[in-house]
Structure formats: C-alpha cells, structure tokens
C-alpha cells in the first residue's frame, strides 16, 4: 500500500532553470508553492484549446500561454499552464504527464512560475534548443532538426550545382561534337547534282 501511494505522489523536479535569478532554496520553495507547470512534447500543431480540453480535467485552469518560436511567433512544443490551486497543479503531474495528445505523449513539470518572455523558444533559430539537434523526422515538430534542415538544404544546394555544372558540360561536349561532325563532313554542296560537284 505504501509502494502505491509513493507512485501516486508527484515526481520531484530534477532540473534548475538556469534564468532563474535567486538561491536554489528560493527555486526550491518556488517549486513546492507553485500553481504553474510546464508542458512539453507537444506537437506544434496543438491547439490551446485541445490543451484547456486536457488539462482542466485535473482541475480549473487559470491561464495558457503557448510556447512561441521567438522570431517567427508560431507555436513551437510547449506551454505553461497555471492553476487556481496546488492540488489541481500536482495532479496534473501525477496524473497526465505521459498521457497523448495529438499521438504525442505531453511531459509535465512543476514550474517555478510563468514570466513574460519565457515563452519564447531559447534556441538559435527561434524553436527549443532540443530541436536544434534532433537528427530524426518528426513531422508534429516541423520535420527534421534545424541543424540537419541546414545540413540537407547545403547539399541539395551543392548537388543543383554539379548537376547545373554538368549540364553545362554536356551543352559544351554537344557543341564541339557537331563542330566536329562539321569539320569531318568535308566539303557541302548545296544546290546542283553530284556531276556540278565533280
């Protein structure tokens, strides 16, 4: 009984905002009094309303704010959302983290509390930083990583210019073919018969 009742508590956090400016005691404290969690894996296509649909089940929601690429300002797989109460917020972890939305499985985590601009992306290119380096396709995430968009789109580009190169080659070789061809002919007559020729 007492295992069963260790599963249903929620996980404590095992990570430290790094933008965060206070003690680890005062994080720590955040933390443990916070309403707001943070939600990740989400597909970049997620509504806020699919999100409200799914999060008000473990209690009334006070607030979502939608993670945002910072230069494009579109949605980019992750939100914050706040509760009324630290229960609703604790249950969530509990009890949601893991389920699907959109066939991807959402993590949740207690959050130390929503402020304005965390919810732009943090990586180069605007996104989150672990979709910088994702190396697989995941067409819910925008396809593949940027790192890797950036990698193929630098040899697509190469390749266009070999095959441009090579065009321009064979135009070349089928020119001095038919000068050539030309130069090989001998003389043409034109006009006349074959005797005017001789």
């Known amino acids: ?36 969690i943070y939600v990740g ?5 997620t509504t806020e309303e699919q999100i409200h649909e ?17 230069n494009k300002k579109t949605p980019c797989g992750f939100c914050f959302v706040v509760y009324y109460t630290r229960q609703a917020t604790e249950d ?10 959109d066939d991807r499985r959402v993590r949740c985590d207690f ?19 672990r979709d910088e380096y994702r190396t697989d396709f995941d067409a819910g ?4 990583g940027n790192i890797v968009k950036t990698e193929l789109m630098t040899r697509q580009q190469e390749l266009q210019q070999r095959m441009d190169e090579y065009a321009e080659g064979q135009d070349d070789m089928e020119a001095e073919y038919a000068a050539d061809m030309d ?15 001789a």
């Open 41 to 45: 894996n989400l597909s970049f296509y």
């Open 111 to 129: 959050d130390w509390g929503f402020q304005d601009d965390r919810q732009f992306g943090r990586g180069r290119s605007g996104g989150q930083v």
């Open 54 to 70: 799914l999060f008000s089940k473990t209690g009334p929601v006070k607030r979502i704010i939608m993670g945002l690429d910072k």
């Open 141 to 144: 995430r925008g396809g593949f």
């Open 183 to 197: 130069q090989d002919a001998g003389p043409q007559y034109v006009g006349g018969s074959d005797d005017d020729a």
């Open 1 to 36: 009984m007492a295992r069963l009742l260790k599963l249903l508590e929620p996980p404590a956090p095992a990570y430290r905002d790094r933008r965060f400016k206070g003690s680890q005691e005062e994080f720590d404290h955040r933390l443990a009094t916070s309403t707001t």
């Open 92 to 101: 969530c972890v509990t009890f949601v983290s893991g389920t699907k939305l």
